[in-house]
């Protein structure tokens, strides 16, 4: 299977998993200019892309959307309260509803929704599966709920949130309101409950760890890598950000560099 992220922060989220002919996206967070150029950079020709999953309908994961699945017909899977939360009107031939932890099969791949604490009408995370390895795209989580913890057990590939600083957002500029929705459980989580996550329910089946969804203002690369990369020395490591596309990363690869290291 292969993976990356084409944009993660609190301005824009789009991931990218593909097995074989079968490719999809999550979430269509920036316009569609930024994600046609960020899939040239990554060789996606974006007319191959046979669905897209909506986590939820923050404009951060939908602002580009109507946009891109109207230019190359690409069906769209949403709940119904991210369908009608979203305002949008997409053509109804492309919609399809799905239930928040509903399974649906693209090609060789299945798509599992998992449900989450999130302040939106129907949110969920999602896990891309091709029978043998998971690749999970968790983020927007809120707190810390048993689904998630599940997730993190059994993924291969985890991109997981590690949204904000505390100490950061304490000293911030951001108004009390926004702090505490931030931090109440239906937000986002910090670099500290991410890490505690990781560390308590991590397994031997982790092969990589990306760590996405990064907020502008309360946040730094530089403190997400000192948070985790202690922890992650016989795991692939890497930081998605809002600025630019990851490399395109291949479950394969990765197998063969750890053997290797082995």
Sequence with gaps: ???????????????????????????????????????????IDPSRIKAIFITHEHSDHIRGLSV???????????????????????????????????????????????????????PCSFVVTDGSTNVSIMTDLGRACNNVKHVIQHSDVLLLESNYDEDLLEGGRYSYYLKNRIRNGWGHISNKTSLELFLQHRSSRLK????????????TVELVEQTFLPHCESIKFSIATRYQETDMFDVDDILQLQKKGA
């Design 1 to 43: 299977m292969k993976y990356c992220a084409i944009a993660s922060g609190s301005n824009g989220n789009c991931y990218y998993i593909a097995k074989g002919e079968d490719a999809i996206l999550i979430d269509v967070g920036i316009n569609t200019k930024h994600v046609e150029l960020r899939m040239a950079n990554l060789g």
């Design 68 to 122: 891109f699945c109207k230019r190359y017909q690409i069906p769209v899977y949403w709940t119904a309260g991210t369908s009608h939360g979203s305002r949008l009107h997409l053509p109804s031939h492309l919609v399809h509803i799905i239930p928040a932890n509903g399974r649906t099969k693209i090609g060789e791949i299945y798509v599992l929704g998992i449900p989450k604490f999130h302040d939106a009408k129907e």
């Design 208 to 219: 990589h760890l990306i760590l996405g969804h990064l907020s502008e203002q309360n946040n």
